[in-house]
């Protein structure tokens, strides 16, 4: 199949969809939290059972008042997708604890890092880079960590060239990059960028990994999110990682998966094209 050609770095201006909340049919009024999610904002964050409500909720307005993205109206970032790798996250949290270091991009409230944290992963060993600096401070408000997170967080936008700030700072550090949830944001050159910048970060050896989530679809083709925005099955996100493999010269193992993690049959996804799916990935260095 030939590969698509190359769109802009478009993205999707959420704030064209929104005025108020009740305009959103992402946004719910109320949240409903999964055990992982009470577990560690009970045990990691000390809040006592009976305000956890109450606290995720006024997060949550205020960070839907920074930016209504879909993943904050519909509490999202409390459903640690990370985690339910289940054969993924194992590996992960071995290789971390190890001393492996990994960056998160994009990565919202900071939420998958304070689970890895509370699994046992040294807070040293991660990063998190989040274009919107109030999530970073929501997210130190929401886990109450602010003095003892030893995780580094910094602002910094994914598509700004490799020779500013904090990507040059972060060049060829890690083991593991992790892109949950962005690539669907831009369109398809934005999305090799995206990649290109996780290459990037990782250390320059075979072995290091890309892994991620994004809005996925069920047909064999690409299908638009919004716009110029595609959403890709196994196969056409293999088509866009072999461009990259010769845009970067380097080459990559790729498992892809589309599954009905995210689609219109979840409750927190019924206002969505009904193509779409959730694709999962993970990309290993070969050369």
């Not at 879909?70 to 604890?97: H, K, T, V």
């Not at 866009?240 to 689609?263: N, Q, Y």
Request: proline residues 6%; hydrophobic residues 35%.
């Amino acid at each position: 199949m030939a590969s698509p050609k190359p769109l802009s770095n478009q993205v999707i201006n959420w704030t064209g969809f929104v005025h108020k909340p009740g305009d959103a049919p992402w946004f719910h009024p109320k949240p409903n939290l999964p055990w992982p999610a009470r577990q560690l904002l009970e045990e990691y964050s000390g809040i006592h059972p009976q305000n956890i409500h109450d606290q995720v909720l006024n997060i949550r307005n205020r960070a839907w008042d920074a930016f209504p993205f879909p993943c904050i109206g519909s509490f999202e970032f409390l459903d640690f997708q990370l985690s339910q790798r289940n054969l993924l996250y194992p590996r992960l949290l071995q290789r971390l604890q190890a001393g492996g270091k990994f960056l998160d991009i994009g990565c919202c409230l900071g939420h998958d890092i304070r689970k890895l944290v509370f699994d046992g992963v040294p807070g040293e060993n991660l990063t998190g880079v989040e274009l919107r600096k109030e999530f970073i401070e929501l997210g130190y408000e929401l886990f109450r960590d602010r003095d003892r997170l030893e995780a580094k967080m910094y602002q910094g936008d994914v598509q700004l060239g490799n020779s500013e700030q904090p990507w040059k700072e972060l060049g060829g550090q890690f083991d593991v990059v992790n892109l949950g949830m962005i690539l669907h944001s831009f369109a398809r050159e934005g999305q090799i960028v995206c990649i290109e910048k996780a290459i990037g970060s990782l250390k320059n050896q075979v072995g290091t990994s890309i892994i991620g989530t994004a809005c996925g679809a069920a047909e064999g083709e690409e299908c638009f999110w919004h716009g110029n925005i595609p959403s890709h099955n196994t196969e056409t996100f293999r088509a866009l990682v072999k461009d990259l493999e010769e845009r970067t010269g380097t080459k990559w193992e790729v498992d892809a998966k589309v599954d009905s993690s995210i689609s219109l049959w979840n409750p927190k996804h019924t206002w969505l094209d009904p193509r779409v799916r959730g694709l999962a990935f993970e990309m290993t260095r070969l050369e």
